[in-house]
């Protein structure tokens, strides 16, 4: 249950970060409801790793929880914002994935 909390700890921090690129590209009141949706995700976020850190040695829960946040911000970059997804761009976030997948397999 924990490493499934985990990883919708990190779907949060892909979201707060999809929110922040939102709020730079909205204007008016917009930018307000972006700003708010990245505080409700953030702590969301930050909630569920504190949580997972309890069961999930910190160094693994940590690594993985950016990872994601990492892996799933690059893509949101891509297909949302437009951002160039280049083959060494890919490369790493490959490189990134099978890291994650790695430490998940060697914590206990």
């Not at 910190?58 to 893509?75: E, M, Q």
């Not at 970059?77 to 997804?85: D, Q, R, S």
């Amino acid at each position: 249950m924990n490493w499934i909390l985990l990883i919708i700890a990190g779907l949060f921090e892909v979201a707060f970060a999809a929110c922040l690129g939102k709020a730079r590209e909205a204007t008016g009141i917009e930018v307000t409801y972006w700003y708010v949706g990245f505080l409700i995700c953030l702590s969301i976020s930050m909630l569920l790793l504190v949580k997972v850190t309890q069961e999930l040695p910190i160094g693994t829960a940590y690594a993985v929880w950016t990872g994601i946040g990492a892996v799933g911000t690059v893509l949101v970059g891509i297909l949302v914002f437009k951002e160039p997804a280049t083959f060494w761009r890919l490369f790493f976030i490959t490189t990134l994935i099978v890291s994650i997948v790695g430490l998940k397999f060697v914590s206990n």
